[in-house]
C-alpha cells in the first residue's frame, strides 16, 4: 500500500511537474529577495566596523572656524594641558584648507572644488592606498595622494599632477581614501556616489601649509581615547580649555559620531534594512498570495478524487498525503530555488554596493539567518495553502465533492450582476467567470498588486529624487544661471587686493561680495547646524524664492529647517554663531527673528539681510563673492582665471551641487532596478500560473463552445478579455499601493536617512502608465501560453467526461 502512495504522488508530480516548479518559483522570488537585501546589512556592518578601523578612524576632533588658524602646538598644548589628558591615547595637528583642484582626464581638464588635508604620519585617520603609493619623507614639498573616488569619476592614472588654488603646481602619488571621505561631505549632507564634484588630496602637514601659504600653523585636531574613556567628558572639558584660553579660541569639538561620513554609513544601514523589510515583506506578500491561490486552486481540482476516496471508504489522513507530498514537495523546490535566487540576486548587489561605497574592506559572506527566516515562511506557506482546500474537501459529503469535479469553483451571487451588462450571454462570460470565484479572484489580483505595488513604490522613490532635484536646481539658478559663486580661504576686507583682482578678471560684468558662516539654530524642537549667507535681496543678483513671510527683518530658513526647529515667521530663534572681530572669529550668540522661510531642498542653507547680520560683524567683510559674467564671456575661461587668483579656495556654479546629487541616482537605480527586475517576473509567473489553472479548470467550458462552433481565437480571446478585468483590479489595487509606499518611504523612511534634504513624494504619470500597462497586461496576455494546448484540445474526448 506505501508503495502505490509513493507512486500515486510521484504521478502527481510528474503530471503537475511545470505547475509545481512555477509555484515553487514564485515562493522562491519572494523569499530569496528578502534573505538577499537583508544579507546587505549584515555585510555593510560588517564592512564599516573593518574599514574604519583599519584607518584608526578618530574618537574626538576639535575644529577651529573657517578661516581660523593658530600656531602649530597650540591644540596640542591645550589638550596635554587639560584634565582629560590621562584618557587620551595619541592625537595629531592637521590643517584642512578649502582649494580649487584642477587637473587633466582623459576628457579634458577638470575643475572642482575640493579640500587639502594636511597631517604628519599618526596612527589617527590614516590614508588606505588603493593604487600607486603613499607618502614618503623623501617626497618634494608639496607631494599627494588623491582620493580614489574622485579619480575612478574621471579615470585619472594612479599618479600625476594637480593645480590648487589656481597657481600651486603639487605631483600626486598615489589614489587613497581616508575614513572621513568614505562618503564626500556634499554641503552639509553625505551622497553616496555624488565624487565627481568634490576632490580630496592629502598630504603632509607642512604640504598644506605649503599650499595656503600658511607656514607654521594649523586648524585642526584629532585625537584617539582609551577604550575606557568617558567621551563626553571629555568633549566638555576640551570645550571648557577652548572657551578660556587666552585669548579664546572659536573652536567645535566634535566626536566619531558626528563625522556625516560615519553617520550615513551606520545610519543608512537602517533606514536601508526598513526600506528592504518593507520590499521584501511585499514581495513574500505577493508571492504567498499567489501561492495560497495556486496551491488551492491545484488542491480543488483533486476534490473529486477525494470524494471518491472518501466514498470509498479510504481514512481522511490518507487521503491527505497526495495533496501535503505535492505541497511538500513545492515546499522542498521553493527553499532549493530560493537560495538560488538569493545567491545570484547576491551577485549584482554585491557589485553595486561595492562599486557605490569603495570601502578599505569588504565582507560579504552568506548569511545564513535572514535565509532560514525566509526559507521557514516558504515551507509553512504551501503547507497552509494546502491544508485550506484539503480541510473544506474533507468536510463535505463524498457526494458534493464528487459532485464538483473538475468544476472546482462553486457559484457565486455576485455572478448575477454580470446578467445586466448588455450584450450575448458569451459575452458577459468572461466578468461572469470573475464574480462567480470571488475568493480566487481577489488572491489573483492581490498577488499581482503587490507586484504592481512595488513597482510603482520603486519608480515614485526615483520620480520622488528627481523632483527634489528639479526643486534644487529652480531655487538654485534663479534668474541668475550663469553666476559663478566664489568661496574665500577666509574673512577678507572688501577692499582687499584679492577681491579687486576678482572683479577686474576678463570677462567679469560684476561683483557681489557676501558673509558665509556656519551657526546653530536653537528653536522649540531642538536645534539645527544652518550656513548663513548675508544678502540684500534689493541689490543681490540672486535671490531665493520666499515661501512664507518676509525677505527682510531676520532670518530667512528653508521650510525643513523652520518645521525642524518649530518656528513659523515671527518666532524666534537663538542663534549661535561667529563674530567678526580684530582678533579673529570669536563665538557669539544672539537672539534672531524668523521673518520667512525659502523652499531650497538643503535645511542648512539659511540667509539673514544686512540690517540683521550686524551681529555677526562688521558689514566690510566677506568670506564668499558671486560673480557676474558679461554676456560674451567664456564661462570655463572665467571660472580657471577666478580660480587662480590668491585667497580663491574654490568657484562653482549653481548647478553643481544639484549635479552632484544626481550622480547617486544611476547608483540607485541599478539597485532598484535589480528588485524591480524581479518583481516583473513575479508579476508574469503569477499571471502564468493563474492563467494555466484556469485554463485547466475550464477545459469542459472551452469544448463546448468550441464544439458549438465557436473559433480558438474567439475562445482564448475570453480568456484573455478574463485576465484584462482581474489584472486591471490587480493594477487599481497595487497603484494606490505603491502611491502610500512612496509616500511612506519619502516622508517616514528618509528624513532618518537623509535628514537635510526636503523631499516630496510624487509619482509621475510615467510611472502610473508603466505599472497600468505591465499589471494588465500582464494577465490579460498570460492566457497566450495556454494558446497551443487549446488549439490541440480533443474536444469530444473532453466533453465525454461524465460527472
Do not use: C
Not at 504521478?11 to 514564485?26: E, G, K, N, P, Y
Not at 575606557?228 to 576640551?238: G, T
Not at 507586484?451 to 528639479?470: K, R, W
Amino acid at each position: 500500500m506505501r508503495a502505490l502512495w509513493i507512486r500515486w504522488v510521484l504521478r502527481d508530480l510528474r503530471h503537475r511537474w511545470l505547475l509545481v516548479t512555477a509555484i515553487a518559483l514564485v515562493l522562491a522570488l519572494g523569499t530569496g529577495t528578502y534573505a538577499a537585501l537583508s544579507s546587505t546589512s549584515e555585510w555593510r556592518t560588517r564592512s564599516n566596523d573593518a574599514s574604519f578601523a583599519l584607518l584608526g578612524m578618530h574618537d574626538l576632533k576639535l575644529t577651529l572656524t573657517p578661516g581660523a588658524y593658530v600656531p602649530r602646538g597650540t591644540l596640542r598644548g591645550l589638550v596635554e594641558d587639560s584634565a582629560s589628558a590621562a584618557v587620551v591615547a595619541g592625537m595629531a595637528e592637521r590643517l584642512v584648507v578649502p582649494t580649487q583642484v584642477s587637473v587633466q582626464s582623459p576628457g579634458g581638464e577638470v575643475l572642482v572644488p575640493g579640500r587639502v588635508v594636511g597631517a604628519d604620519p599618526s596612527d589617527i585617520d590614516t590614508v588606505d592606498i588603493a593604487f600607486g603609493r603613499a607618502l614618503d619623507p623623501a617626497d618634494a614639498v608639496p607631494t599627494a595622494v588623491l582620493e580614489q573616488k574622485f579619480a575612478a569619476a574621471y579615470d585619472l592614472p594612479s599618479s600625476g599632477d594637480l593645480r590648487l588654488r589656481g597657481e600651486v603646481e603639487v605631483g600626486y602619488v598615489g589614489l587613497g581614501v581616508g575614513p572621513e571621505e568614505f562618503v564626500i561631505d556634499t554641503g552639509g549632507i553625505g551622497l553616496f556616489g555624488a565624487d565627481s564634484g568634490f576632490a580630496v588630496v592629502y598630504t603632509t602637514l607642512d604640504g598644506a601649509q605649503a599650499v595656503a601659504s600658511a607656514p607654521g600653523v594649523v586648524n585642526d585636531l584629532v585625537l584617539a581615547l582609551e577604550p575606557d574613556a568617558d567621551r563626553s567628558a571629555v568633549v566638555n572639558d576640551l570645550a571648557e580649555s577652548l572657551a578660556s584660553a587666552q585669548p579664546p579660541i572659536s573652536a567645535t569639538v566634535t566626536t566619531r559620531d558626528d563625522v556625516l561620513a560615519y553617520q550615513v554609513l551606520y545610519d543608512d544601514i537602517e533606514g536601508d534594512q526598513r526600506f528592504w523589510t518593507v520590499i521584501s515583506a511585499l514581495m513574500i506578500a505577493g508571492a504567498t498570495l499567489a501561492a495560497v491561490n495556486l496551491i488551492s486552486r491545484v488542491m480543488d481540482g483533486q476534490r473529486r478524487e477525494i470524494g471518491i476516496g472518501m466514498a470509498l471508504g479510504t481514512p481522511a489522513r490518507r487521503l491527505a498525503i497526495r495533496p501535503f507530498a505535492v505541497a511538500g514537495a513545492i515546499a522542498l523546490l521553493g527553499v532549493v530555488l530560493g537560495l538560488l535566487v538569493a545567491a545570484a540576486l547576491s551577485v549584482p548587489l554585491r557589485g553595486v554596493y561595492s562599486g557605490l561605497l569603495p570601502l578599505p574592506v569588504w565582507h560579504t559572506p552568506f548569511v545564513i539567518e535572514p535565509f532560514l527566516v525566509a526559507a521557514a515562511i516558504g515551507v509553512v506557506v504551501p503547507l497552509l495553502a494546502t491544508a485550506l482546500p484539503v480541510r473544506r474537501a474533507l468536510r463535505v459529503q463524498p457526494v458534493d465533492a464528487i459532485r464538483v469535479g473538475h468544476l472546482a469553483a462553486t457559484g457565486s451571487g455576485l455572478s448575477t450582476a454580470a446578467l445586466h451588462i448588455p450584450g450575448r450571454s458569451v459575452a458577459q462570460m468572461p466578468v461572469r467567470n470573475v464574480l462567480r470565484t470571488p475568493r480566487r479572484t481577489l488572491l489573483t489580483a492581490l498577488g499581482i498588486a503587490a507586484a504592481v505595488g512595488l513597482m510603482v513604490g520603486l519608480g515614485g522613490m526615483l520620480d520622488s529624487l528627481h523632483a527634489t532635484l528639479d526643486i534644487g536646481e529652480r531655487e538654485s539658478v534663479g534668474g541668475a544661471p550663469d553666476r559663478l559663486m566664489v568661496s574665500l580661504d577666509g574673512v577678507y576686507s572688501r577692499s582687499d587686493p584679492s577681491l579687486a583682482q576678482i572683479a577686474a578678471a576678463p570677462g567679469v560684468a560684476s561683483v557681489a561680495p557676501a558673509l558665509r558662516v556656519p551657526t546653530t539654530a536653537e528653536g522649540p524642537r531642538g536645534s539645527v547646524e544652518l550656513v548663513v549667507e548675508v544678502l540684500d535681496p534689493q541689490t543681490a543678483p540672486w535671490r531665493p524664492t520666499v515661501s512664507t513671510g518676509e525677505a527682510t527683518g531676520g532670518l530667512l530658513l528653508t521650510e525643513l529647517a523652520a518645521s525642524d526647529l518649530g518656528v513659523v515667521p515671527g518666532d524666534t530663534v537663538q542663534l549661535e554663531h561667529p563674530v567678526v572681530t580684530a582678533q579673529g572669529l570669536q563665538p557669539g550668540s544672539s537672539e534672531v527673528v524668523v521673518a520667512g522661510t525659502h523652499p531650497y531642498p538643503l535645511r542648512p542653507i539659511a540667509f539673514l539681510d544686512p540690517d540683521s547680520a550686524t551681529i555677526l560683524g562688521p558689514s566690510s567683510v566677506a568670506t564668499t563673492v558671486t560673480v557676474m559674467p558679461e554676456p560674451s564671456a567664456d564661462l570655463a575661461d572665467l571660472r580657471r582665471a577666478v580660480a587662480a587668483v590668491p585667497g580663491v579656495s574654490a568657484v562653482t556654479t549653481p548647478t553643481d551641487l544639484v549635479d552632484q546629487m544626481s550622480d547617486p541616482l544611476d547608483m540607485l537605480t541599478g539597485v532598484l532596478g535589480v528588485i524591480a527586475v524581479v518583481t516583473l517576473v513575479l508579476a508574469l509567473l503569477i499571471a502564468i500560473n493563474a492563467a494555466s489553472i484556469t485554463a485547466e479548470e475550464r477545459r469542459r467550458e472551452h469544448a463546448t463552445m468550441l464544439a458549438f462552433g465557436l473559433s480558438h481565437r474567439f475562445v482564448l480571446g475570453l480568456s484573455m478579455a478574463e485576465g484584462a478585468v482581474i489584472g486591471a483590479l490587480g493594477t487599481a489595487i497595487g497603484t494606490a499601493l505603491g502611491v502610500l509606499l512612496t509616500r511612506l518611504m519619502v516622508y517616514g523612511q528618509l528624513p532618518q536617512t537623509l535628514p537635510e534634504v526636503a523631499m516630496t513624494a510624487t509619482v509621475s504619470p510615467g510611472t502610473i502608465v508603466l505599472a497600468v500597462a505591465v499589471g494588465t497586461a500582464a494577465v490579460a496576455l498570460a492566457p497566450l501560453v495556454t494558446a497551443r494546448r487549446l488549439a490541440r484540445m480533443d474536444v469530444t474526448g473532453t466533453l465525454r467526461l461524465v460527472e
